[in-house]
């Protein structure tokens, strides 16, 4: 009876792996490998006013490490054929040329002041260059939680907003490498609440 059992489940075994490796155009899911999390482009954010917190959370640089994992989570999520990935690949690298996104999942004691997204909003960020100037943000707004959830841990409580910046070029007009431009640029966020000034 053991043995019939275990020749059965060899034959589903077989069927399964079958099913997904026979699937044309795609990659076995054992194939697939997903690049490793890291926290390196992750920091913490504080703003204080005298031991009062008023901004808590997270915000992660959108390197293109990290863009390349999102594809690879895809891929093993949604089993993607080969022309799929490569065309999502291509889409990440071409909106990493172009911009420098940030991921801040934000919470703040009065939701009130959790407004990021607001043109009046109690916040501004800048990215501020080597040389001091100030680049303001192309554009912020709401983002779902699952869009970050490879970047940085969800927090019930937290907003999270995309933040994106045109990407800084060098002076041939090449796109910053990641590297270079966490090294030479810096996160502010400030207002009225106070200010936290972010660097990697």
Not at 115 to 141: C, M, N, T
């Amino acid at each position: 009876m053991g043995m019939h059992a275990q020749k059965i489940g060899s034959r589903v075994l077989i069927c399964f792996l079958a099913f997904f490796s026979g699937c044309l155009g795609r990659t076995p899911p054992d194939k697939l490998v997903l690049p490793p999390a890291s926290d390196r482009w992750t920091k913490d954010v504080r703003v204080y006013d005298a031991l009062d917190v008023n901004l808590e959370g997270y915000i992660t640089y959108h390197s293109l490490d990290l863009r390349e994992r999102a594809v690879a989570r895809q891929t093993l999520d949604f089993h993607l054929g080969t022309q799929e990935v490569a065309s999502r690949r291509e889409k990440a690298r071409k909106e990493w040329e172009q911009n420098a996104d940030f991921y801040l999942s934000a919470f703040t004691p009065k939701r009130t002041w959790n407004d990021f997204d607001r043109r009046d909003s109690h916040w501004r960020i800048y990215l501020v260059g080597p040389d001091g100037a100030r680049v303001e943000p192309a554009k912020i707004q709401k983002s779902s939680k699952d869009d970050a959830a490879d970047l940085h841990p969800a927090e019930e409580w937290n907003r999270t907003y995309l933040i994106r910046f045109n990407r800084p070029s060098d002076k041939d007009k090449r796109p910053l490498t990641d590297d270079v431009l966490v090294r030479d640029y810096r996160l502010v966020v400030t207002g009225p609440l106070g200010e936290a000034v972010i660097k990697w």
